[in-house]
């Protein structure tokens, strides 16, 4: 069965890093587009960053120069490197690929 399943987060203050994990089955990694998102509370689920399967990434505005995706293609994983976090980003992250969704992950980022 086809399975993403996101670790790596915590709580970290602001100016620290997390490095998130999405470990995946059932689908191979460099032949799917792979993403991060993240829904903050009380917001709407946004991305955060992407590489496709040529390996071009892309990112939002708001996390551009401090956070960096990218894949391990014999492990079959994803990995969203967040350094310089801010109170603002605290959500749950999700990792996505093909039509699947993991559980998320939270990440808390205190003042």
């Known amino acids: 069965q086809a399975q993403l399943v996101e670790s790596g987060g915590g709580l970290v203050q602001a100016g620290g890093s997390l490095r998130l994990s999405c470990a995946v089955s059932?689908?191979?990694?460099?032949?799917?587009?792979m993403a991060w998102y993240r829904q903050p509370p009380g917001k709407q689920r946004e991305l955060v960053a992407g590489?496709?399967?040529?390996?071009?990434?892309n990112y939002a505005d708001s996390v551009k120069g401090r956070f960096t995706i990218s894949r391990d293609n014999a492990k079959n994983m994803v990995y969203l490197q967040m350094n310089n976090l801010k109170p603002e980003d605290t959500a749950v992250y999700y990792c996505?690929?093909?039509?699947?969704w993991g559980q998320g992950t939270q990440v808390t980022v205190s003042s």
């Open positions: 996505r690929g093909w039509v699947l």
């Open positions: 059932g689908i191979i990694v460099s032949t799917n587009n």
């Open positions: 590489i496709t399967t040529s390996g071009s990434t």
